[in-house]
């Protein structure tokens, strides 16, 4: 579920409010550069992250300016991740093992031996494992300079960060109640400092 | 101060701001006005979280239901426990949204906003800018809330009437009144 279907959870972010007159040069082929790219079905990947159309996560050609829809840029964060399940793991290694002993006439199989094993019977595993795909969509209001990401995970988020930075040469600014209220106070003029002197209010004290 | 120590030490601010919407939508009927916005209803009702943290350790209570006047929940306020995330219903004219805050980092969880017509075969990006209004919409509103309540917290007046009419309302609730 996507911040476009169904309910989700996001993260807000600042991204800078005056964008360079030229920031549009160049967006497309930047982003095609951070777009998603499929796992290679001969590849032993892991995981691949990228970009895709926001309403289409088969889509991540970005040929035209599909992402965007003015004053947003709206796209999606796609993560596919091939996993193997630990009990598969463990069967496949035990038949791997027995095969080894048999061939080799060992009773027993030293812990470094036992750790290559391990290692082959998951690369070989691997390439077999249909990735699980995942996407975080993204919605970034240009002209206020909002940026709303579908996730709360603080490892998505920091990826989502990374990637952020790296397509658009941008830093974003986590939203917080510390930066709500520097957000709050430039609105009435008045020193973020102003926060630094607050603690926090003993509602039970006897007053 | 570095930003990150700046946003550690106010981390208290978002459970405060939890606890003020909890009061304010108890006994002022939740009522916020938005400005040019209109007005803004809202209220606490599914699940609230609240935590303290003491020599015993950490200690968590989780509350679900509609009534968040219940008692369990205002009795752990009572215990100094504070609000990490709560479920709040936002209304704003006919569209009313619902999402879990957290208190930490003002994220918004299990986000519903109000259904929209368009189903995004014939208009996609009709769909696109009506989800795109609707999040920002609730946003805005509860930044906007938030500016009310940033407004009290610095004023003088917290510390000589909201704390402490907010520290009678969390008593009521220990006495169960």
Request: net charge negative; hydrophobic share 40%; charged share 30%.
């Given at each position: 579920m996507g911040l476009m279907h169904g309910s989700a959870g996001f993260t807000r972010y600042m991204a800078e409010r005056t964008l360079p007159q030229n920031f549009k040069e160049g967006l497309s082929e930047?982003?095609?550069?951070?777009?998603?790219?499929?796992?290679?079905?001969?590849?032993?990947?892991?995981?691949?992250?990228?970009?895709?159309?926001?309403l289409d996560m088969f889509d991540n050609r970005f040929a035209g300016i599909e992402f965007l829809k003015e004053p947003y840029i709206a796209m999606s964060l796609r993560l596919d991740e091939r996993k193997i399940p630990p009990t598969a793991l463990k069967q496949y290694c035990r038949e791997a093992e027995k095969?080894?002993?048999?061939?080799?006439?060992?009773?027993?199989?030293?812990?470094?031996?036992?750790?290559?094993i391990k290692e082959s019977v998951r690369l070989r595993l691997l390439k077999r494992?249909?990735?699980?795909?995942?996407?975080?969509?993204?919605?970034?209001?240009?002209?206020?300079?909002?940026?709303?990401?579908?996730?709360?995970?603080?490892?998505?988020?920091?990826?989502?960060?990374?990637?952020?930075?790296?397509?658009?040469?941008?830093?974003?600014?986590?939203?917080?109640?510390?930066?709500?209220?520097?957000?709050h106070l430039g609105q009435e003029g008045a020193s973020p400092h102003l926060l630094d002197g607050l603690s926090p209010s003993r509602f039970l004290e006897d007053q | 101060m570095q930003l990150l120590e700046r946003v550690r030490k106010t981390e208290f601010l978002g459970r405060e701001f939890l606890l003020w919407l909890w009061f304010k939508s108890e006994t002022e009927d939740g009522i916020f006005d938005l400005g040019d916005k209109g007005k803004a209803e809202l209220w606490l009702g599914g699940k609230i979280t609240l935590q303290s943290e003491n020599e015993r350790g950490v200690e968590t209570i989780t509350c679900t239901g509609?009534?968040?006047?219940?008692k369990e929940a205002r009795f752990a306020l009572a215990e100094e426990?504070?609000?990490?995330?709560?479920t709040v219903k936002l209304a704003i004219g006919d569209n009313q949204w619902s999402f879990v805050l957290d208190s930490t980092w003002m994220n918004f969880r299990s986000f519903k906003a109000p259904r929209v017509m368009n189903d995004g075969e014939e208009d996609p990006d009709g769909l696109f800018y009506e989800k795109a209004f609707l999040i920002e919409e609730a946003i805005s509103a509860m930044d906007q809330i938030y500016s009310s309540f940033m407004k009290r917290r610095l004023s003088p007046d917290w510390a000589t009437e909201d704390r402490r009419t907010i520290g009678q309302w969390i008593r009521q609730g220990r006495d169960g009144d």
């Open positions: 930047n982003i095609a550069r951070y777009a998603f790219r499929d796992l290679d079905d001969k590849s032993i990947d892991e995981r691949s992250a990228g970009w895709v159309n926001i095969t080894i002993k048999e061939e080799e006439h060992l009773e027993f199989l030293p812990k470094s031996r036992r750790a290559d494992a249909i990735p699980v795909a995942r996407t975080y969509d993204m919605i970034w209001n240009t002209a206020t300079g909002l940026v709303v990401f579908g996730s709360t995970s603080a490892r998505v988020c920091d990826e989502f960060m990374e990637r952020f930075l790296r397509t658009f040469n941008l830093q974003l600014q986590a939203i917080c109640p510390y930066t709500l209220g520097e957000l | 509609e009534a968040l006047s219940m426990k504070e609000i990490r995330q709560a």
